[in-house]
C-alpha cells in the first residue's frame, strides 16, 4: 500500500496543484510571512509549468495526427499537401530556475507549521495533503477502448501509478507482445492492419510504480480494426 503526498505524482495533477498554491499564495502569503518575491517567483514557476504542459500536449497531439498522415500516405488515399498537420512553436514564458516542486514543496511544509494558518488558508492553498491510500498489490487497470480516427484509442485512470505497460496481440503470428509504457492516462496506437484486411486486436494493460510492474494484467480487451 501507499499514500499519495501533499504534491500528487502525475504531470497534469502537479499543474492543477501548483495553481491552486500559487492563487491561494497570493491571497494569504504575506499575512503568512511569505515575500513578494517569493509570491512572484511561484506564480511564474506555475504559469511556465501550465505552458510548457499545454505545448507538450500540443505536440503529442500533432504527432499522432502525422502518423495518420503517414498510414494514409501508404495506404494510397488521395491527400493534399494542406493536410499535413503543422508543429507548433511553444508560446513564450519567463524562463524560471529548475527545482520548480523542490521549491513549493519546502515552502508547503513551511506554511503548514505557521501557527497563524487557518482552516481557510489550508484549502485555498491545497495543502489539506489528502492520504488516499493504494493497495498496489491488487491494482489492477480498468482500460476502456474506443476508435479514433481508425486507430484503438485506450484511457483510464491513473490511481496514483506512474505509468501503464501496454501488451497487444496484433492478430499475427507473434502473439502478445509489449507495445509502449505509457506515463499520461491514454494512447492512440499508430499500427494498423494491411489496407482493407479487419484484424482483431487483443490489448491487456499493467500498472507501474518507480520502473517496477505492480497489481495484475487486466483482463483481455478484444476490438476489431480495420486498414485504412
Known amino acids: 500500500m501507499t499514500h499519495e503526498s501533499l504534491i500528487p505524482a502525475k504531470d497534469e495533477l502537479k499543474m492543477k496543484w501548483l495553481s491552486k498554491f500559487s492563487v491561494g499564495l497570493s491571497l494569504h502569503g504575506a499575512e503568512l510571512g511569505i515575500t513578494a518575491d517569493e509570491i512572484k517567483t511561484t506564480k511564474a514557476d506555475s504559469d511556465f509549468f501550465t505552458g510548457l504542459l499545454s505545448y507538450l500536449e500540443t505536440v503529442a497531439t500533432n504527432m499522432n495526427s502525422l502518423v495518420l498522415y503517414k498510414n494514409a500516405l501508404i495506404s494510397g488515399n488521395s491527400i493534399v499537401l494542406a493536410d499535413v498537420p503543422p508543429f507548433s512553436i511553444m508560446p513564450v514564458h519567463v524562463a524560471v530556475l529548475q527545482g520548480v516542486f523542490n521549491r513549493a514543496r519546502t515552502m508547503a511544509s513551511t506554511l503548514k507549521a505557521n501557527p497563524k494558518l487557518t482552516a481557510g488558508m489550508i484549502q485555498d492553498m491545497g495543502l489539506e ?44 503470428t507473434l502473439g502478445m507482445v509489449n507495445v509502449a509504457r505509457i506515463s499520461s492516462v491514454h494512447f492512440l496506437d499508430p499500427r494498423l492492419p494491411a489496407a482493407g484486411v479487419e484484424t482483431l486486436y487483443k490489448y491487456m494493460y499493467r500498472y507501474v ?20
Open 129 to 172: 495533503g489528502s492520504e488516499i491510500i493504494y493497495d498496489f498489490d491488487k491494482i489492477v487497470v480498468n482500460a476502456k477502448i474506443v476508435m479514433k480516427n481508425s486507430h484503438t484509442y485506450s484511457y483510464w485512470n491513473h490511481q496514483g501509478t506512474d505509468a501503464v505497460d501496454i501488451k497487444c496481440d496484433y492478430g499475427d
Open 209 to 228: 510504480v518507480k520502473d517496477e510492474q505492480v497489481g495484475e494484467w487486466s483482463n483481455v480487451i478484444s476490438i476489431a480494426v480495420k486498414g485504412i
